[in-house]
């Protein structure tokens, strides 16, 4: 079973630089791609990026581009989100997620018309908070 585990999030303050980790298990092989999702209370969920199976695939919302990295570490079976000069704006729960497909694209980032994505496993999430 294909399981995905964040960690990384906290408080920070605003102008302030967090990395998140999440951490994946049960694929039955090692050609996967992963993104990253963020829901803040009240609001709908927000596709941030998405990386290939090949590392340097990757993707990203246009609103999110210029503040947010997505890299991954195979050999850990890892994705990464470095996120830079994080605004109270960027408030919320940050998973990783998969569509189980080796590679992404730019168009799994945006919703279908009702809202949706197409990525079917998500993990449970770590809370980012940026307050002063």
């Known amino acids: 079973q294909v399981q995905l585990v964040e960690s990384g999030g906290g408080l920070v303050q605003p102008g302030g630089s967090l990395r998140l980790s999440c951490a994946a298990s049960g694929f039955t092989s090692d050609y996967y791609a992963l993104g990253w999702f963020r829901q803040a209370p009240g609001k709908e969920r927000e596709a941030i990026a998405c990386?290939?199976?090949?590392?340097?695939?990757?993707y990203y919302s246009d609103s999110m581009k210029g503040r947010f990295t997505i890299s991954r570490d195979k050999a850990k079976d890892a994705v990464y989100l470095q996120m830079n000069s994080l605004r109270p704006e960027d408030t919320a729960v940050y998973h990783c997620?998969?569509?189980?497909?080796?590679?992404?694209?730019?168009?799994?980032?945006?919703?279908?018309?009702?809202?949706?994505?197409?990525?079917?496993?998500y993990g449970p999430g770590t809370q980012v908070t940026v307050s002063s």
């Open positions: 997620a998969t569509t189980l497909r080796p590679y992404c694209s730019g168009s799994e980032l945006r919703p279908s018309s009702s809202g949706g994505f197409e990525y079917n496993v």
């Open positions: 990386i290939s199976f090949t590392e340097d695939s990757t």
